[in-house]
């Protein structure tokens, strides 16, 4: 694991535990976002890996699926998770009628242990949070 892949994994459960933060809180649309944001900065991790960086999300999530989920590397369900994080993030945070609900908070944030799970599996002991410097 380089160090812009650690770097990518603290923010990813940094954003994990805000995530179960904001849903304890009753925020669930904030919750989603953050667990999607987990998720998104694992799928840049290991991107990371193979030389690849970018900088729209809708690039993250595509060669996330055909690099990794298409080839078989990581289960198909992991890059549908990511898009249906993705799309319900956006509806969270642009749609001002949106109220969220645990049950959703619940399920992204279990989504985003998962992607943490993976990366822990696939690249490696996640780095320490005492590596951050503060």
């Given amino acids: 694991m380089n160090e812009h892949q650690a770097a990518l994994l603290r923010k990813a459960r940094e954003s994990q535990k805000a995530a179960r933060l904001l849903a304890e809180r009753g925020w669930f649309d904030f919750a989603v976002s ?3 944001y987990a ?3 694992v799928a840049q991790a290991f991107l990371a ?3 690849l960086e970018f900088s729209k999300h809708s690039a993250v999530i595509s060669a996330f699926g055909s690099r990794f989920s298409k080839t078989g590397k990581v289960p198909a369900e992991f ?5 249906e994080g993705e799309h319900a993030r956006l509806k969270g945070d642009y749609d001002a ?3 969220g ?3 959703t908070a619940a399920r992204h944030i279990a989504r985003a ?3 943490l799970e993976l990366a822990e599996q696939m ?12």
């Fill in 113 to 115: 242990e998962q992607f």
């Fill in 39 to 41: 998720m998104f900065y």
């Fill in 79 to 83: 890059h549908r998770h990511l898009i």
């Fill in 101 to 103: 609900s645990a049950e």
């Fill in 34 to 36: 953050r667990a999607y």
């Fill in 97 to 99: 009628l949106s109220e």
């Fill in 123 to 134: 690249l490696g002991p996640l780095p320490s949070e005492l590596g951050r410097g503060g």
């Fill in 49 to 51: 890996g193979e030389g």
